[in-house]
T-cell receptor
Framework: NAGVTQTPKFQVLKTGQSMTLQCAQD?????MSWYRQDPGMGLRLIHY???????DQGEVPNGYNVSRSTTEDFPLRLLSAAPSQTSVYFC??????????????FGSGTRLTVV | AQTVTQSQPEMSVQEAETVTLSCTYD???????LFWYKQPPSRQMILVIR??????QNATENRFSVNFQKAAKSFSLKISDSQLGDTAMYFC?????????????FGQGTRLTINP
């Protein structure tokens, strides 16, 4: 099992460019999420999905779009990159269980720099 | 909204010592989950330990244990016999298991350095 696969690992964008961060998991997890990590702020939730065709906004959704057409894939789109979006982005997935959550599995992250 | 606070931005101990990382949280919920994640220099987020709020017993995973004080809303992580490989950022996280999202709320992180 590959777990959660994120691509690319590093990316440099110019202000105003658009791009898609890819995330795929092969564990048949229902829950998938995108977080951004900034120094001194921990990880903050951007968007999440509880299943194919269902997405919702997290704490910091502005400037990002998501879709979930399949259980496996959950891409994050930056519509018009801004320097404030310079960050490390993590995709995570979790199995929906009755009786509790046993923690998310994270991808290895994408370091994005917007110049 | 729930908040998680880690008041120690950095800590440093000698190898084989015991170290405790602090975490407090704010919630009005009675049932929830708490987690500690480790992020080594490789950047990978690794689940260290998990605690269910309705369980009185503190969770333990080998050298890692927690001190869960529900009334005080405190969730500290104790690392015994610390090893060089424990050097990492450690994040405390809260999850409210509502009907939909199961969203994680993270603290700011504590950078732990284990010195030889």
């Amino acid at each position: 099992n590959a777990g959660v696969t994120q691509t690319p690992k590093f990316q440099v964008l110019k202000t105003g460019q658009s791009m898609t961060l890819q995330c795929a998991q092969d564990m048949n997890h229902e829950y998938m999420s995108w977080y951004r990590q900034d120094p001194g702020m921990g990880l903050r939730l951007i968007h999440y999905s509880v299943g194919a065709g269902i997405t919702d906004q997290g704490e910091v959704p502005n400037g990002y779009n998501v879709s979930r057409s399949t259980t496996e894939d959950f891409p994050l789109r930056l519509l018009s990159a801004a320097p404030s979006q310079t960050s490390v982005y993590f995709c995570a997935s979790s199995l929906r269980r009755t009786g509790g959550n046993y923690g998310y599995t994270f991808g290895s992250g994408t370091r994005l720099t917007v110049v | 909204a729930q908040t998680v606070t880690q008041s120690q931005p950095e800590m440093s101990v000698q190898e084989a010592e015991t170290v405790t990382l602090s975490c407090t949280y704010d919630t009005s919920e009675n049932n929830y989950y708490l987690f500690w994640y480790k992020q080594p220099p490789s950047r990978q987020m690794i689940l260290v330990i998990r605690q269910e709020a309705y369980k009185q017993q503190n969770a333990t995973e080998n050298r890692f244990s927690v001190n869960f004080q529900k009334a005080a809303k405190s969730f500290s992580l104790k690392i015994s016999d610390s090893q060089l490989g424990d050097t990492a950022m450690y994040f405390c996280a809260f999850m409210k298991p509502d009907s939909g999202a199961q969203k994680l709320v993270f603290g700011q992180g504590t950078r732990l350095t284990i010195n030889p």
